[in-house]
């Protein structure tokens, strides 16, 4: 350790990290790093943000009818758009008929807007507005690494490593995800002017701290994540009181109630969906989100990887694979807890990352989410290596004590300089690239005659890709059914039996209306269904026929107005094989068939490999 805090402190690498230009050097680099992104196409949400962009904004759900205001609102609560959708295809059959996704972003949705007037209906160009709000942000903390880390190399390296998260690449490569950067810089202007304020006296830094707060807001929710650092800076660096330290930072909390106020009466918010967990209206399930999530994605920041692949970990590896992320969490707080008693700026940013955590806790754990957590953790993981390769001793330390720290601190440096300089390039790319083969090969596959005007696929892989066929064909041209419906998806399992002519049971395994595969479009707690229950659609009826205790549906029957034959329906299923759609055989009256979810090597090869 000690050769290489020698390398790192020499002559060439000392001139290097306290040069003033060093903003604008590692601000360059994040635009390599991230450049192969500029190779990638739309996935998902972006297809939307097309869809809107076109003038189709007449055919979604809106909330002031100003599509710019709506660009981020996927539904906006309102039964009678709901059913819109659901007759159109869009949403399937079960969607709750409040829910509601719905988030106000006005200056993310102008930017696309802005992209879209000047460079057209072309991919990259949106991608590289992504990367110039990745190097903005970058510039800005390396900025503000340099006024709380010292020596100068120490900040250098906390940037580089930031620079060169792959969780960060993921945000940056998906264009819908600019919810992610841009906002990152106005959190990190509400530290660094308010720093300034507090520690210099500079009196402008209070008014433009509250400043970058509001243009925060109005970027993305995510930007209260500043007020985990505005804590932090309180508690461990401010000085006065506490109660006058925390009175100092009620501007920013009112700054946040009335943006929180006006959020919810025009509208925006989540419900009905498992895939967001509004904090203030669901405490209780956030909490036990939160008991969740904030190990897993502190363990995922720290070592890098995607938290979302804990989700689709089956039983038992599930198990195992949790064990490992408490353990190691409780690891790393045992080595740094020296760092954590003598250094006021590491509580400083150890604060702030664990309380930056708490908001995206609201959600499913992506690591495209953990760009403002990031701030503060490789912060503190520069000050850590600092110490251990200074051969410094916060305490007398134990042989496993020195061993093991010995040991993280060559892990942190190679899993976060040389890996990640090979994978957040690598990740940048496929960000967007793989999700776009499974969405292609969706639309290339559905058919394209106009000799039926319902669709009705009897099996996806998950809910989400429901709307991928309707919105794809409004985005990009090309023939639009008129009616749309989705059997079933994300169940593992699912047996269709053929009763008569017009009627068709299902009954779904246990992972129907579950995580990770089906949770967008109903919150069974919120909106659980019952036996009885019927769903009426033009020239549909799905009868719920039982159900499981918590609301789930074991076994629906499905009748058409027409006979299943009738030429008026198209029947379609999931290629587990080659990915997008194949006919679908219907049984003959009496029969049964089971359809399986594709195998993760059949996903992988789909998303990755194209086969």
């Known amino acids: 350790m000690s050769a290489i805090y020698q390398f790192i402190c020499g002559k060439r690498m000392s001139v290097f990290s306290g040069h003033k230009r060093l903003p604008w050097v590692f601000a360059v680099l994040a635009v390599i790093v991230m450049l192969p992104c500029l190779g990638s196409g739309f996935m998902e949400d972006d297809h939307m943000t097309i869809m809107r962009l076109k003038g189709l904004s007449d055919n979604l759900p809106s909330i002031q009818g100003n599509h710019l205001l709506d660009m981020h609102t996927t539904a906006d609560g309102k039964p009678e758009n709901t059913l819109k959708f659901m007759e159109e295809g869009r949403f399937p059959w079960w969607t709750a008929e409040h829910y509601k996704h719905a988030m106000f972003r006005p200056l993310s949705a102008l930017t696309h807007y802005v992209d879209w007037h000047f460079l057209g209906q072309r991919a990259w160009p949106m991608h590289a507005t992504n990367i110039l709000l990745y190097a903005a942000a970058v510039f800005v903390l390396v900025l503000m690494y340099r006024r709380f880390l010292s020596p100068a190399w120490v900040a250098a390296l906390a940037g580089l490593m930031y620079l060169l998260n792959a969780s960060n690449a993921a945000a940056v490569g998906w264009i819908s995800a600019r919810n992610a950067p ?75 109630i009335v943006w929180r106020i006006i959020y919810v009466n025009l509208g ?65 707080g045992w080595m740094l807890w020296p760092l954590l008693k003598e250094n006021a700026t590491a509580r400083f940013f150890a604060l702030g990352t664990i309380l930056s955590i708490v908001p995206i806790s609201s959600s499913f754990p992506q690591g495209r989410e953990l760009m403002n957590p990031g701030i503060g953790a490789f912060a503190l993981i520069a000050l850590f290596l600092e110490y251990r390769l200074q051969g410094k001793q916060l305490q007398p330390e ?83 059914p008129q009616h749309g419906r989705v059997l079933c998806a994300g169940a593992q399992s699912v047996e269709f039996e053929r009763l008569d002519e017009r009627s068709l049971a299902m009954r779904p395994d246990e992972a129907f209306l579950r995580p ?24 549909f009826e799905a009868h719920i026929q039982s159900v499981t205790p918590d609301g789930r549906p074991t076994e629906v029957l499905f009748r058409f107005d027409v006979p ?23 049984p003959a009256v009496g029969e049964k068939v089971t359809i399986k979810a594709p195998s993760l090597k059949n996903l992988a090869n789909t998303w990755f490999l194209n086969k």
């Open 516 to 539: 990770p595969y089906c949770q967008v479009f109903r919150d069974v707690k919120q909106s659980p269904m019952r036996a009885g229950d019927i769903v009426r659609l033009t020239g």
């Open 398 to 480: 134990s042989a496993l004590y020195r061993k093991t720290a010995t040991a993280l601190a060559a892990v942190w440096l190679i899993l976060h300089i040389p890996v990640s300089a090979i994978t957040a390039p690598a990740t940048a790319y496929t960000a967007s690239k793989a999700p776009t083969l499974i969405e292609d090969k969706l639309n290339e596959t559905a058919p394209r005659d106009a000799d039926f005007s319902t669709l009705v696929t009897a099996y996806l892989p998950g809910d989400v890709l429901t709307y991928v066929l309707p919105i794809m064909r409004y985005a990009y041209g090309g023939p639009i």
């Open 564 to 586: 299943l034959e009738h030429p008026s329906l198209r029947w379609v299923t999931y290629n587990n094989d080659a990915g997008g759609y194949k006919p679908f055989e219907l």
């Open 268 to 332: 925006y918010g989540v419900s009905d969906t498992l895939l967001y967990t509004d904090p203030l209206a669901q405490p209780g399930r956030f909490s036990m989100n939160l008991t969740h999530h904030l190990p897993t994605l502190l363990f995922f920041l720290f070592f890098g990887g995607e938290p979302g692949i804990v989700a689709f970990l089956p039983y038992p590896w599930n198990i195992p694979g949790l064990a490992v992320i408490f353990i190691g969490t409780i690891s790393v």
């Open 182 to 256: 841009l906002p990152a810089i106005f959190i990190i202007l509400v530290i660094y002017f308010h720093d300034r304020w507090r520690r210099d006296g500079w009196l402008p830094g209070r008014w433009l701290a509250l400043a970058s707060l509001c243009v925060g807001l109005l970027s993305a929710e995510g930007a209260v994540a500043c007020g985990a650092y505005l804590a932090g800076h309180a508690l461990f660096l401010d000085k006065g009181s506490l109660t006058r330290k925390f009175a100092r930072l009620l501007p920013y909390l009112f700054v946040v």
